[in-house]
């Protein structure tokens, strides 16, 4: 079990992913890829003009077991933030959630028999894709900017981040669905690899998603609303 600020500037970038091969995905995030060497945080987030803080202020969190109300969001950069949830919707939307359809498809074309099953599960999964896009389509192009003018110290009398906190809905609700339905009624025969790599990829896809809505909401939320008290 992590504690709080597991993971300080001079820890080295390789000993991180060590201890949480899930913080690929933040890496990838921030724009930072690998062949760091054995460089530090600090050195690989300042060779990149990635603020560490907000850096290790993600990477800590995902990493802890509970959230700590007591977080204190004034160091963090705004825009990076922003720039770090753009990018993993980019990887949501453009990657991930296509991948995991194109694996679906080979699934239900494996057998003739499983011809009913292709409409439904694709309508579903499409029909998810589109309600995933809508709502990040949204963060970007209404709540990020708003963010960013934010940060600009532009406040806006017509705009704040409780409208946006109010209709922040959990987008991973119907992934979750789409995993059950598999797992109980999608009539496989014998050993089903494929089948089983669809279902392990919407599982890791569940929690990302997850950890996802949760930066939203314990960090950058907060964050833009501390900005909000001071503009």
């Not at 499409?126 to 970007?140: L, S």
Request: include cysteine; charged fraction near 25%.
């Amino acid at each position: 079990m992590m504690s709080k600020d597991t993971f300080g500037p001079n820890d080295k970038m390789s000993y991180i992913i060590n201890s949480n091969y899930s913080l690929l995905l933040v890496i990838s995030r921030f724009d930072l890829s690998l062949g760091f060497g054995d460089k530090t945080v600090k050195e690989v987030c300042e060779s990149k003009g990635i603020d560490t803080a907000s850096f290790l202020a993600v990477v800590n969190f995902l990493s802890e077991t509970q959230h700590d109300p007591n977080n204190k969001y004034e160091s963090l950069e705004l825009g990076l933030i922003v720039r770090y949830l753009k990018n993993a919707h980019s990887y949501f939307l453009n990657y991930k959630l296509p991948s995991i359809r194109s694996k679906l498809l080979q699934v239900v074309d494996v057998s003739s028999d499983n011809t009913p099953y292709r409409e439904i599960f694709l309508k579903f999964f499409d029909d998810y894709y589109t309600e995933v896009k809508k709502h990040m389509d949204y963060e970007n192009n209404i709540v990020f900017p708003y963010a960013i003018r934010l940060s600009e110290g532009k406040s806006d009398p017509e705009y704040n981040i409780s409208i946006f906190e109010q209709k922040h809905d959990q987008i991973d609700a119907k992934m979750i669905e789409l995993k059950n339905i598999l797992l109980k009624y999608y009539p496989s025969q014998g050993s089903n690899h494929l089948l089983t790599e669809v279902l392990f990829d919407i599982y890791a896809c569940e929690k990302d998603l997850a950890s996802h809505n949760n930066v939203e909401d314990f960090l950058f939320i907060p964050a833009v609303r501390t900005l909000e008290q001071k503009t």
